[in-house]
């Protein structure tokens, strides 16, 4: 393959939220007895990876409420909101725990609204929390054939629009330690929100 061929499809690649190299193995990190309950309400973030659904994208939220009209039980409602520029952006969707029976932060998130089928594997998962004041959610996929390529997202969430670095930095450091370098981070302008006043 041409050099120049290979080095452009990873920067591609890499702009995309698709990283080399395969997942680290983070599944024991997920928080177990998730209360979802606790979890309900505004959260928003502070720090993100880079992802091509959120370029240029600020006062990024996301409020968590029980959809009570499902008619598969169990699920929440997720009304994620951004800003792009001046224009206000809503998408609503629907999550529900991966594995109900494992009772952990392992959820499956889809923006698909009529999607009330058998959830699909975790594409949402908690990896901290105390609640109160943050969670870090992860998600990797290895894609990789030719080459070992990742997807990869993961996002710093907030009870505020602010997040002390008592917080931020212990959620670094975990990142760091599933090979996410503290650099990496986008941090989220959470100023200037017309959705906000």
Not at 12 to 41: K, M, R, W
Not at 73 to 101: C, M, Y
Not at 137 to 160: H, M, N, P, T
């Amino acid at each position: 393959m041409n050099w120049f061929l290979l080095v452009s499809l990873v920067v591609l690649s890499l702009a995309s939220g698709q990283h080399v190299g395969l997942c680290p193995d983070y599944e024991d990190q997920i928080v177990t007895n998730f209360d979802v309950n606790a979890y309900l309400g505004q959260w928003y973030e502070i720090y993100r990876l880079p992802a091509p659904f959120e370029v240029d994208a600020k006062c990024v939220n996301a409020d968590y409420s029980f959809d009570f009209d499902s008619p598969i039980g169990s699920v929440l409602k997720v009304n994620n909101t951004d800003q792009v520029f001046t224009r206000v952006r809503s998408s609503i969707g629907l999550a529900v725990q991966a594995d109900p029976a494992a009772d952990n932060g392992a959820l499956y998130v889809t923006f698909n609204s009529s999607y009330y089928g058998e959830p699909g594997a975790p594409n949402y998962n908690v990896l901290n929390t105390d609640y109160e004041h943050y969670s870090l959610v992860y998600y990797c996929e290895s894609v990789g054939s030719v080459i070992d390529v990742k997807i990869q997202f993961a996002w710093i969430l907030s009870r505020k629009t602010t997040l002390d670095q008592v917080y931020v930095q212990p959620l670094f450091a975990q990142m760091e330690a599933l090979g996410v370098s503290r650099n990496a981070w986008h941090k989220t302008d959470q100023t200037g929100c017309v959705q906000y006043q």
